[in-house]
């Protein structure tokens, strides 16, 4: 197995978990008087933990995280934004909906890669033991059913006209 392979692509998923924090962050404040607040806070302390895990498996490894690739998850987090807030208001369901798709693609980026993971620890020593793979593509999937309730009732609000149901969150 290629070190400089697993480095980067370690890397890029933790830059990617950057990404969805400052996003979860964001949508946090954008809907901090409502139910969705603590939805968001909930999702953003799970991806910190997962995060962390990630961490781990980088230090285990003795990878050197890299300022750039931060910068970069960084800097495509304020393009995202920027892109929703040109396509809808602040608070629009349009741009609701479509951070949720982009955080919906994270967790299954990240269900992804801890799949890819257990399964390179059968070749890769180091990978060995570093943290339970298994539990974490769980968490993910769990996270992706949590999210995946409220995209679609944001869905309904962009799309139908709804308003969103406080109650279901």
Not at 41 to 70: F, M, P, Y
Not at 92 to 99: D, F, K, N, Q, V
Not at 132 to 148: G, I, K, S, T, V
Request: with cysteine; hydrophobic share 45%.
């Amino acid at each position: 197995m290629s070190e400089k392979y697993l480095k980067t692509y370690l890397i890029d998923h933790l830059a990617g978990s950057v990404a969805a924090i400052e996003i979860l962050q964001s949508l946090g404040k954008v809907y901090a008087d409502t139910a969705l607040a603590r939805f968001f806070a909930d999702l953003q302390n799970d991806i910190a933990a997962d995060q962390r895990q990630l961490q781990s498996v980088i230090h285990r490894l003795q990878i050197t995280e890299s300022g750039a690739r931060k910068l970069s998850a960084w800097l495509t987090e304020k393009l995202i934004e920027l892109k929703l807030r040109v396509d809808d208001g602040s608070r629009g369901p349009l741009r609701l909906l479509e951070s949720l798709d982009v955080i919906g693609l994270g967790i299954h980026g990240k269900l992804a890669m801890w799949h890819a993971l257990k399964a390179a620890a059968e070749e890769h020593p180091l990978l060995r033991d570093v943290v339970d793979y298994e539990r974490l593509a769980e968490r993910a999937e769990e996270q992706r059913r949590r999210l995946e309730v409220v995209r679609l009732e944001a869905a309904k609000v962009a799309f139908a006209g709804r308003c969103m149901a406080r109650e279901t969150l």
